[in-house]
């Protein structure tokens, strides 16, 4: 094992500005939840995102449960979902005892086919059920195709959810992502582009859902002054406290976005002509806040696979992963639909089978990410002289 320190795949990165939100939620004493930071921190979202208003909760898994709740979603009911994402984008769909329906991914984005989720719409009109929402996820920061999501959306009059949780920060046509959609969701999880070390907000430019989100965050409480309740509600907001980290996090939160950037502009030269290597697309008129850079490996030219590359960092301490595996082959989500870009291949197992993600936290220095590149280097180097390159 390697003497050096280790590498995350993304770790938090303070600003030295969230101890003064905090130290002044101490002077106040709001340690209470909810409170002046709350509010703040809330009207900073709505006002980055270009959207009408937003609710700070305790996660993203909350507020996409939230949005689920909003629209209606009950037991039986369908709900559609990208494949490739982290489970947290579907869990709550089986919170209400509604029944997921994945979509592949398409090659251009790695997120949600239009092809597929046209297939699965148009067979759901057949059967006369169609889905209460479609859970529209950005992977690694980089936006879906939401023109073409959207205009199907609308035909079939389904509204859409964008789980924005890996891509606060980034634009599709001059639109924040998480803006787009009935609501989107953002996550401030540890290893998200920015954090509150654990949280998240629900946006929307529908006031009265988001009033009606406030109400279901704090147990449903009706107007009496002696505690009564006629719907069953959550303890999902975010604390006072962790709102001031949040506060402290969005003054960098565009320097942030630059780094991360940066970070995968470095790792693209420095692989310019491993042929091997495709990085992550950039969809033209869109941008990436390039949450972790991912590529994929052409496992045969390159001597390498994923496991063998993951491998060799791991030895070097240097934390990186494969891509999400696709929900529709987790066991906990067995037996679920799932609809297919083509025919023929499953996109979203071609991307799990050969995708990687690399060390891309914004406080990672030069010299660590040169540490990553020439783990790869040498891998790659020590494979190529195996199959006699
Ligand atoms: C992190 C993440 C979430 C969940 O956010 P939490 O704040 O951890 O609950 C949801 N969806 C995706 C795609 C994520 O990466």
Same mark, same amino acid.
């Given at each position: 094992?390697?003497?050096?320190?280790?590498?995350?795949?993304?770790?938090?990165?303070?600003?030295?500005?969230?101890?003064? %939100?905090?130290?002044?939620?101490?002077?106040?004493?709001?340690?209470?939840?909810?409170?002046?930071?709350?509010?703040? *921190?809330?009207?900073?979202?709505?006002?980055?995102?270009?959207?009408?208003?937003?609710?700070?909760?305790?996660?993203?898994?909350?507020?996409?449960?939230?949005?689920?709740?909003?629209?209606?979603?009950?037991?039986?009911?369908?709900?559609?979902?990208?494949?490739?994402?982290?489970?947290?984008?579907?869990?709550?769909?089986?919170?209400?005892?509604?029944?997921?329906? *994945?979509?592949?991914?398409?090659?251009?984005?790695?997120?949600?086919?239009?092809?597929?989720?046209?297939?699965?719409?148009?067979?759901?009109?057949?059967?006369?059920?169609?889905?209460?929402?479609?859970?529209?996820?950005?992977? %690694?920061?980089?936006?879906?195709?939401?023109?073409?999501?959207?205009?199907?959306?609308?035909?079939?009059?389904?509204?859409?959810?964008?789980?924005?949780?890996?891509?606060?920060?980034?634009?599709?046509?001059?639109?924040?992502?998480?803006?787009?959609?009935?609501?989107?969701?953002?996550?401030?999880?540890?290893?998200?582009? /920015?954090?509150?070390?654990?949280?998240?907000?629900?946006?929307? $430019?529908?006031?009265?859902?988001?009033?009606?989100?406030?109400?279901?965050?704090?147990?449903?409480?009706?107007?009496?002054?002696? %505690?009564?309740?006629?719907?069953?509600?959550?303890?999902?907001?975010?604390?006072?406290?962790?709102?001031?980290?949040?506060?402290?996090?969005?003054?960098?939160? $565009?320097?942030?976005?630059?780094?991360?950037?940066?970070?995968?502009?470095? %790792?693209?030269?420095?692989?310019?002509?491993?042929?091997?290597?495709?990085?992550?697309?950039?969809?033209?008129?869109?941008?990436?806040?390039?949450?972790?850079?991912?590529?994929? /490996?052409?496992?045969?030219?390159?001597?390498?696979?994923?496991?063998?590359?993951?491998?060799?960092?791991?030895?070097?301490? /240097?934390?990186?992963?494969?891509?999400?595996?696709?929900?529709?082959?987790?066991?906990?989500?067995?037996?679920?639909?799932?609809?297919?870009?083509?025919?023929?291949?499953?996109?979203?197992?071609?991307?799990?089978?050969?995708?990687?993600?690399?060390?891309?936290?914004?406080?990672?220095?030069?010299?660590?990410?040169?540490?990553?590149?020439?783990?790869?280097?040498?891998?790659?180097?020590?494979?190529?002289?195996?199959?006699?390159?």
């Amino acid at each position: 094992m390697s003497t050096q320190d280790r590498i995350y795949l993304s770790a938090p990165h303070m600003s030295g500005k969230e101890l003064e %939100y905090i130290q002044e939620a101490f002077s106040s004493n709001w340690i209470a939840p909810l409170g002046p930071n709350v509010d703040a *921190f809330e009207s900073e979202i709505a006002a980055y995102a270009g959207v009408k208003g937003a609710v700070a909760l305790s996660s993203g898994t909350a507020a996409i449960h939230l949005a689920l709740r909003l629209l209606g979603v009950e037991r039986g009911d369908r709900v559609f979902c990208s494949t490739l994402t982290f489970v947290a984008s579907a869990n709550p769909i089986l919170y209400e005892g509604a029944e997921p329906v *994945f979509i592949d991914s398409e090659p251009d984005t790695w997120n949600m086919s239009p092809e597929a989720l046209g297939m699965a719409l148009a067979d759901a009109k057949r059967e006369g059920k169609l889905p209460k929402a479609v859970i529209v996820v950005h992977l %690694y920061g980089q936006s879906a195709k939401m023109a073409e999501i959207g205009s199907l959306c609308d035909r079939y009059g389904v509204p859409i959810i964008e789980d924005a949780a890996e891509s606060l920060g980034s634009a599709y046509k001059g639109q924040a992502s998480g803006s787009i959609g009935r609501f989107g969701v953002y996550s401030f999880n540890g290893n998200k582009i /920015i954090t509150t070390s654990g949280g998240g907000m629900l946006v929307s $430019n529908d006031e009265a859902a988001l009033r009606q989100a406030r109400f279901l965050a704090t147990q449903a409480r009706d107007p009496a002054p002696h %505690y009564q309740h006629s719907a069953m509600g959550y303890n999902y907001r975010m604390s006072n406290l962790l709102a001031g980290v949040g506060l402290g996090q969005m003054q960098v939160l $565009n320097e942030r976005v630059h780094a991360r950037r940066a970070i995968f502009e470095r %790792y693209r030269e420095a692989f310019a002509d491993v042929q091997e290597f495709q990085f992550m697309p950039e969809l033209g008129n869109t941008r990436s806040n390039r949450w972790l850079t991912a590529l994929t /490996i052409e496992e045969q030219g390159a001597g390498t696979g994923v496991t063998a590359l993951l491998d060799a960092l791991a030895a070097e301490n /240097i934390e990186a992963r494969p891509v999400w595996k696709p929900l529709h082959l987790q066991p906990l989500f067995k037996g679920a639909r799932y609809y297919t870009d083509q025919a023929e291949e499953s996109i979203s197992e071609r991307l799990f089978r050969t995708g990687v993600c690399l060390p891309s936290g914004s406080s990672m220095t030069a010299a660590d990410q040169q540490r990553v590149i020439d783990c790869i280097k040498h891998t790659l180097q020590l494979s190529a002289a195996k199959i006699g390159r």
